[in-house]
């Protein structure tokens, strides 16, 4: 049974950081694309970062420069490091596996609807 659990959300001033932690269980998930989305209230799911199996890592342009993604397979886990927050990244972060494709993240990015397994979530809140 496929599995993503957050962690490490939480509340923090204009310009500090946070990271964030997804654990993944039921699979190897070192063969799939895999990501972090949000959704702030009264918006729609977006695409923040997308790790390809192969290691290529793909960005919103909002987030470009600010925020990391990376995985360790041997833990089976993906992180986002999100560092210089501003009060817009205040959202739901969402981890999120495609069990189809290792090499599609940039599409996955740009369309979450296709993603086929989703984590709960974790609250992050930017004051300013």
Do not use: H
């Not at 694309?33 to 909002?62: H, I, K, L, N």
């Not at 993906?78 to 927050?85: A, I, K, R, T, V």
């Amino acid at each position: 049974q496929v599995q993503l659990v957050e962690s490490g959300g939480g509340s923090v001033q204009t310009g500090g950081s946070l990271r964030l932690s997804c654990a993944g269980s039921g699979q190897r998930y070192s063969l799939y694309c895999m990501g972090w989305f949000r959704q702030a209230p009264g918006t729609g799911r977006e695409g923040v970062a997308m790790s390809d199996s192969d290691g290529r890592v793909w960005y919103a342009d909002s987030v470009k420069g600010r925020f990391t993604i990376s995985r360790d397979s041997a833990k089976n886990t993906l992180y986002l490091q999100m560092d210089s927050l501003k009060p817009e990244d205040t959202a739901m972060y969402y981890c999120a596996v495609n069990n189809n494709a290792g090499l599609r993240g940039l599409y996955y990015l740009k369309n979450p609807d296709q993603m086929d397994y989703w984590g709960a979530g974790t609250s992050v809140t930017i004051s300013s």
